[in-house]
């Protein structure tokens, strides 16, 4: 036991400090570098049937023929069972509507930009605005006004002295034990990288169509996996009223950044720093304990007494379970209680390196109470072979199999022997275990006997066949176990790797959260299958991906994954109601549409572009509030000198007007 003990705080150890590398050796074994690389030589491209991006490929000739989804002249709406009143029916409506309005309320010409970011967050837009916005519309943006996640993540930042933001993004990372990486900009360049690995890299590519446009600073990058921030909720409160005091629109506000502010980095640099960020070392600490702080003293997961059923209202629907509201579905003030003990990176987080006091940290992801500052996570842009999107077996709908498919190694935090129920992954590799779920009885919803297309609760489906035959999802190897993996020897059969475009030949793609964010998001979405999604994670895309239109969102319990996968894929036959038995019919069509309008939708939203398009915007608000005249910075003018830059330059049409579907 002594031994065990020594052990895993080595090991702990051993995890803070080899930090990202986890992720990178975590996210080459998921994905089999090996195989990508002997299936690369085969030539699948058939000339002459490429769709226009030269990427599409034939599919295999051996499948059937079916009529291709790109000829059915989008005509959902007339097939949809009329009288079906499926809760997902609604889902799918409600998202409908409030993608529509999204798509509605764009504005289309600079004039309109600024008016309506004045309206939205009573300041002028900051210097370098009219630059940025010409970028966007030039590369295409198909939103111009969805950046909120950059106004709330910087909000804090107001109650915060410029010098002392300064300061920190200019020396976090010169303590190794940081785990911060710097880049650093300088007359209209990135001057250098410090403490840099392959993220800051990327960031810099990532940066370099619009280097030039912005003035001096210093990003301080995290280069671990977990997020680092998290302020406890009154302290945030004064900070985000420091904010709103702070709004104002001068008539004659300062057009230009202030030139040489001090106390960017240098090297060899002797004047005094405002350094300490004082972080808490806290590897496998349970991370409710300290997310929980930052939550608002009324909400579930600081009120005791407060109900499961109560908070679940806010984001589950009653029948069936289905998610109707996938942000507050991952927001752990308000689910916290009931998923503390049912994912890894809650339960047994490895590297935890925190502070409570507000940094200017940078970061790909975090959960909703961190307040570290969003980017697009550089394996979006990096076109990793094994993250990127890749058409090779990314056949028509019709042509992939009727199952949902999963690979990946035990990540999500620090396995032992006691704990690893307790992680996200493992969970869901049991639950779709035939064997394990042979004795199981799960909830699902079942066709009314009475009553053709009404549907109710039934209780006591076992999912075991339903399982074997429409799931394939296991480890393909175990990993970050104290002290070895030995535990998991009757636990788990490995699978084969596959690789990511291997897993398009099944309709539906589940993904789950690792270590951390799932890299693979983005390529699902690209991909014609339907991504099924949980995640306890906040990423840079969130406001612009609309849940049950885009994707299935799925509860962190996963409690109604066989709801899910019934209502889609069908089950049993309409006479066995009257046996008692369960009957879904199948909503195949419904399953192929809503994984359509994901890939549609991509292409127009999560596109490199769109990346550094959101950079950008990001960059020229971060160096407002970096500026030491920050409260008098801005652009006051009408916009109207882009008038004619806007009627060369039309945008985009909106999706929403072609009809209901797409
Ligand atoms: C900083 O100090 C190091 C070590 O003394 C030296 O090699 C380097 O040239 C100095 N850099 C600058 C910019 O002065
Ligand atoms: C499913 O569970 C059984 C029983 O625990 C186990 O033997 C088998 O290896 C598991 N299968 C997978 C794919 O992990
Ligand atoms: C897994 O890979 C091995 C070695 O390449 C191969 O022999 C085996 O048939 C594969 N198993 C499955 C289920 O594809
Ligand atoms: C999620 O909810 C919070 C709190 O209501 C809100 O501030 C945020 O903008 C929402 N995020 C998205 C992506 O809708």
């Keep these: 036991m002594a031994d065990f003990e020594v052990g895993r705080r080595r090991f702990f150890l051993f995890l803070a400090a080899i930090g990202s590398v986890i992720l990178l050796v975590n996210l080459f074994m998921l994905s089999g570098t090996d195989l990508r690389s002997k299936i690369k030589n085969i030539p699948i491209n058939i000339p002459g049937t490429s769709k226009g991006n030269g990427h599409e490929t034939a599919p295999n000739p051996d499948l059937p023929k079916l009529p291709s989804w790109h000829e059915d002249n989008g005509n959902f709406e007339e097939h949809a069972a009329v009288n079906d009143k499926h809760p997902i029916v609604d889902l799918m409506q409600a998202a409908d509507q409030a993608w529509t309005k999204y798509e509605e309320d764009r504005t289309s010409t600079f004039k309109e930009t600024v008016a309506k970011y004045r309206r939205t967050y009573g300041r002028h837009p900051p210097p370098g605005f009219r630059d940025w916005y010409k970028f966007a519309r030039e590369r295409n943006v198909h939103n111009v006004d969805d950046f909120s996640q950059i106004m709330d993540d910087l909000r804090p930042f107001w109650g915060v002295e410029p010098a002392v933001i300064r300061s920190l993004a200019a020396h976090l990372h010169e303590t190794e034990g940081n785990g911060v990486s710097g880049l650093h900009i300088r007359d209209g360049q990135v001057w250098k990288l410090t403490n840099a690995n392959w993220r800051v890299d990327t960031m810099k590519e990532m940066v370099g169509s619009f280097v030039k446009y912005l003035p001096d600073m210093d990003i301080a990058m995290n280069r671990l996996d977990q997020p680092r921030v998290v302020v406890p909720f009154e302290d945030m409160q004064n900070l985000l009223a420091r904010e709103v005091s702070t709004r104002q629109l001068y008539p004659d506000a300062l057009a230009e950044w202030t030139k040489d502010l001090p106390g960017l980095f240098k090297e060899n640099d002797t004047a005094p720093v405002i350094t300490d960020p004082e972080f808490v070392l806290a590897p496998g600490k349970q991370y409710m304990l300290i997310a929980k702080e930052a939550c608002p003293p009324e909400s579930h997961a600081r009120k005791e007494d407060s109900s499961t059923r109560s908070a679940e209202v806010l984001y ?150 339903f399982a074997a035959k429409h799931t394939d999802i296991g480890f393909t190897e175990a990993f970050a176990c104290v002290p070895d993996c030995g535990f998991y020897d009757d636990v788990w059969t490995y699978k084969n790797m596959t690789t990511l475009s291997q897993q398009f030949e099944s309709k539906y793609v589940i993904d789950v959260d690792g270590h951390s964010f799932s890299g693979r998001w983005h390529a699902f979405l690209q991909s014609k299958s339907l991504g099924i999604k949980s995640t306890i994670f906040r990423e840079w895309h969130d406001s612009r991906l609309f849940a049950w239109r885009h994707f299935v969102p799925l509860d962190n319990r996963y409690d109604e994954i066989y709801s899910i996968l019934t209502y889609f894929i069908g089950l049993g036959n309409p006479s066995a109601v009257s046996n008692g038995q369960p009957y879904i019919p199948r909503h195949d069509f419904e399953a192929r549409k809503l994984g359509r309008q994901g890939r549609e939708w991509a292409t127009k939203v999560l596109r490199r572009a769109d990346i550094e398009i959101y950079m950008f915007r990001l960059l020229i608000e971060y160096a407002r509030i970096i500026d030491d005249n920050r409260d008098r910075l801005g652009y006051s003018g009408d916009g109207s000198e882009l008038d004619k830059y806007d009627t060369q330059h039309p945008l985009s049409p909106s999706m929403a007007s072609k009809g209901g579907g797409v």
């Design 316 to 465: 589950k629907e009653d029948r069936g379970g289905f998610v109707t509201n996938f942000n507050l579905s991952s927001d752990l003030c308000t689910v916290g209680p009931e998923v503390e003990s049912k994912h890894g990176f809650l339960f047994a987080p490895s590297t935890v390196v925190a502070s409570k006091r507000l940094l200017p940290i940078f970061g790909e992801c975090k959960v909703n109470v961190n307040n570290d500052i969003l980017f697009p996570a550089n394996m979006y842009y990096k076109n990793d072979e094994r993250y990127a999107y890749d058409p090779t077996y990314d056949y028509d709908w019709d042509d992939k199999e009727d199952r949902m498919i999963w690979r990946g190694v035990t990540s999500g935090g620090t396995n032992t022997a006691d704990n690893w129920m307790n992680m996200h992954r493992q969970r869901l590799v049991l639950l779709t275990n035939a064997t394990v779920m042979a004795d199981q009885e799960v909830r699902i919803m079942s066709e009314d006997s009475n009553m053709q297309g009404d549907y109710q609760n039934y209780g006591h489906f076992n999912p075991s066949e």
